[in-house]
T-cell receptor, first 109, second 115 residues
Framework: GQNIDQPTEMTATEGAIVQINCTYQTSGFNGLFWYQQHAGEAPTFLSYNVLDGLEEKGRFSSFLSRSKGYSYLLLKELQMKDSASYLC??????????WGAGTKLIIKP | IAGITQAPTSQILAAGRRMTLRCTQDMRHNAMYWYRQDLGLGLRLIHYSNTAGTTGKGEVPDGYSVSRANTDDFPLTLASAVPSQTSVYFC??????????????FGPGTRLTVL
């Protein structure tokens, strides 16, 4: 079966750094996405990785290891507006996205 | 219209009724998708369309149907609603398939309650 695992909830402090992990087991792999979803809103795109390594985009970075079936999203200089759910999704062999349940990130002052 | 819109925003529906959720995009994207999102579960694909005139089944298609008569519109129909279809429904679109890293753009969602 296909499976994507993420922690259900994490808490971090404003100004700090947090790493959200994602492990996956899917039928094929054609890339991994991270999306942000604020409560009651639609998901919005953050990053895409298809090759091993780190992709940096401002305060957010995403890492991929295909051999380990592992990715993480790194958020630096946390702000209160970063309080949201972070969704990991993998494109499988049929080119459809398989989504994790999401990690709810709570930022405390 | 800017981006992707959905209607209605929310709906309470009696079991057994027919319901169509509307989705329209103005980005001229080829691909469109319908997802449902339930607490504690990831987004699950219901149906998709890679281009106007074609549709395909996703992970949870039973009880739902779609059509894609043109590029912009992708309605989702529940022929006879059941309480297990209570969920938040998101429509999304992308310029090409996700295999090339094309991000999906999501509509604001429709919150559906079936009693």
């Amino acid at each position: 079966g296909q499976n994507i695992d993420q922690p259900t909830e994490m808490t971090a402090t404003e100004g700090a750094i947090v790493q959200i992990n994602c492990t996956y087991q899917t039928s094929g792999f054609n890339g991994l996405f991270w999306y942000q979803q604020h409560a009651g809103e639609a998901p919005t795109f953050l990053s895409y990785n298809v090759l091993d390594g780190l992709e940096e985009k401002g305060r957010f970075s995403s890492f991929l290891s295909r051999s380990k079936g592992y990715s993480y999203l790194l958020l630096k200089e946390l702000q209160m507006k970063d309080s949201a759910s972070y969704l990991c999704a993998v494109t499988d062999s049929h080119y459809q996205l398989i989504w994790g349940a999401g990690t709810k990130l709570i930022i405390k002052p | 219209i800017a981006g992707i819109t959905q209607a209605p925003t929310s709906q309470i529906l009696a079991a057994g009724r027919r319901m169509t959720l509307r989705c329209t995009q103005d980005m001229r994207h080829n691909a469109m998708y319908w997802y449902r999102q339930d607490l504690g579960l990831g987004l699950r694909l219901i149906h998709y369309s890679n281009t106007a005139g074609t549709t395909g089944k996703g992970e949870v298609p039973d009880g739902y149907s779609v059509s894609r008569a043109n590029t912009d519109d992708f309605p989702l129909t529940l022929a006879s609603a059941v309480p297990s279809q209570t969920s938040v429904y998101f429509c999304a679109s992308s310029d090409g398939g996700t295999g090339n890293g094309n991000e999906q753009f999501f509509g604001p969602g429709t919150r559906l309650t079936v009693l």
